[in-house]
């Protein structure tokens, strides 16, 4: 999925999920809400590392 896609989904801009991504913004529970939901994931899912450790 892209950044657009992601975006449209969650009803967000693709500069923003962009910013997210590089980490220059910290998004805001609502708005790690709504790109869980575009992505059909719990929004626990987005806090854990990619290795799997905490």
Do not use: F, N, W
């Given at each position: 999925?892209?950044q657009?896609?992601l975006?449209?989904?969650?009803?967000?801009?693709?500069r923003?999920i962009?910013?997210?991504?590089?980490?220059d913004?910290?998004a805001s529970?609502?708005?790690l809400?709504?790109?869980?939901?575009?992505?059909?994931i719990?929004?626990?899912?987005?806090?854990?590392?990619s290795?799997g450790?905490?």
């Open positions: 999925m892209t657009e896609e975006a449209d989904r969650a009803s967000l801009s693709a923003y962009g910013a997210i991504e590089r980490a913004v910290s529970v609502t708005v809400g709504q790109i869980a939901d575009a992505l059909g719990e929004p626990g899912e987005l806090l854990k590392s290795d450790s905490r």
